[in-house]
């Protein structure tokens, strides 16, 4: 049983547009939300987190949405670059593990 | 050590032989995870160790797994009679508990020939 959906599956942006890739869970009990990148070879890092009891947060060009009441929650990353080429993952923390989405890859075109 | 490191990095092995893998986590990480990425998939997660607790094991896709981690730290992570379907990326992580970010290693790419 997927814990989180993620949506899409692949993305390719310009150079300088926004990505936005999206994840929906169900269980309301989750309080923890996870964005993981992943480049090739190497273990997924994490990127930028977010609790229940904000709607937004921002770091840098990376953004979190949260939609508590949709249960949604959204990746933004403006000014995109060719270094963002990467997989990213977003998670739903359980009751004693991280619930990770299928994965999204992101290409950047200069 | 500054993160979390794993051995082999690559391993080939034959349909029905035992393999072991290894994680060594962050120094003073109660909690280790270990996930098992198929190619082109997410993580499916597999077991979790919190301290001297009882390991979480409701991942482990079948009996032929196993993990353990010795004094609070090193964990090693057993697949017995492999089979091809097994073949992976197996990746540990650590984090200080179950409510923080986790740091994961580079993996170990498992192949089963």
């Known amino acids: 049983q997927q814990q989180v959906k993620q949506s899409p599956q692949s993305l390719i942006v310009q150079k300088g547009g926004i990505s936005i890739i999206n994840c929906a869970y169900e269980?309301?009990?989750?309080?923890?939300f996870p964005w993981y990148q992943q480049f090739p070879g190497k273990g997924p890092a994490l990127l930028i987190a977010i609790r229940p009891d904000v709607s937004e947060k921002k770091e840098g060009r990376f953004t979190i949405s949260f939609n508590k009441s949709a249960k949604q929650f959204s990746l933004h990353i403006m000014d995109s670059q060719p270094g963002d080429s990467a997989t990213y993952f977003c998670?739903?923390?359980?009751?004693?593990?991280?619930?990770f989405g299928t994965g999204t890859r992101l290409t950047v075109i200069p | 050590g500054a993160g979390v490191s794993q051995s082999p990095s690559n391993k080939v092995t034959e349909k029905g032989k035992d393999v072991e893998l290894r994680c060594d986590p962050i120094s003073g990480h109660t909690a280790l995870y270990w996930y098992r990425q198929s190619l082109g998939q997410g993580l499916e997660f597999l077991i979790y160790f919190q301290g001297n607790s009882a390991p979480d094991k409701s991942g482990l896709p079948s009996d032929r797994f196993s993990a353990e981690r010795t004094g609070g730290s090193v964990s090693t992570l057993t697949i017995q009679r492999t089979q091809q379907e097994d073949s992976a990326v197996y990746l540990c992580?650590?984090?200080?508990?179950?409510?923080?970010?986790?740091?994961f290693g580079s993996g170990t790419r498992l192949t089963v020939v």
């Open positions: 998670a739903v923390l359980g009751a004693n593990n991280l619930f």
């Open positions: 992580a650590s984090s200080w508990d179950r409510s923080r970010g986790y740091t």
């Open positions: 269980n309301t009990a989750f309080d923890y």
